[in-house]
Every structure is written in structure tokens, then in C-alpha cells.
């Protein structure tokens, strides 16, 4: 199954989440605290809403992703 970029959005989970995709109730996916996560815009949606995430920009995506590589 392929998704658009308009259909994903950049979160970054404060604490660990577990959300279940509407079209598949028996399905529970779990994301760890702390960590940047590319997820559907429904699961950015649940995660903003519970309190449980963040959306991350685009300027704090290339410093989230390869911390390591600053110099």
C-alpha cells in the first residue's frame, strides 16, 4: 500500500503511543517515546490530540536526523 507525502506527517513521540489504524482495529502499532517517526496524518492526528507527540518542521527534521553527522 503506497501513500502520498500528503498523506504522512513527522512526529516526534514524547512518550510511547500505540495506535490502532481505523481499517484494521485488530492491528496495534507502537511507537517508543523520544524517537521521530514518519507516520500517516491520522496517526500524527490521535498522537497531537492525546498528547503524546509533536509534529516535527522540516528545519528540525536534518538535525533529528543524524545527530551524529554535526559537527
Request: glycine residues 8%.
Amino acid at each position: 500500500m503506497s501513500r502520498r507525502n500528503s498523506d504522512m506527517a513527522r512526529v516526534k513521540f514524547l512518550r510511547s503511543f500505540d495506535w490502532r489504524p481505523p481499517e484494521r482495529l485488530n492491528i496495534v502499532i507502537s511507537f517508543e517515546g523520544g524517537k521521530v517517526y514518519t507516520v500517516r496524518r491520522a496517526c500524527a492526528e490521535a498522537a497531537l490530540a492525546a498528547g503524546a507527540g509533536v509534529h516535527v518542521t522540516k528545519n528540525q527534521r536534518r538535525g533529528a536526523r543524524r545527530p551524529d553527522m554535526q559537527t
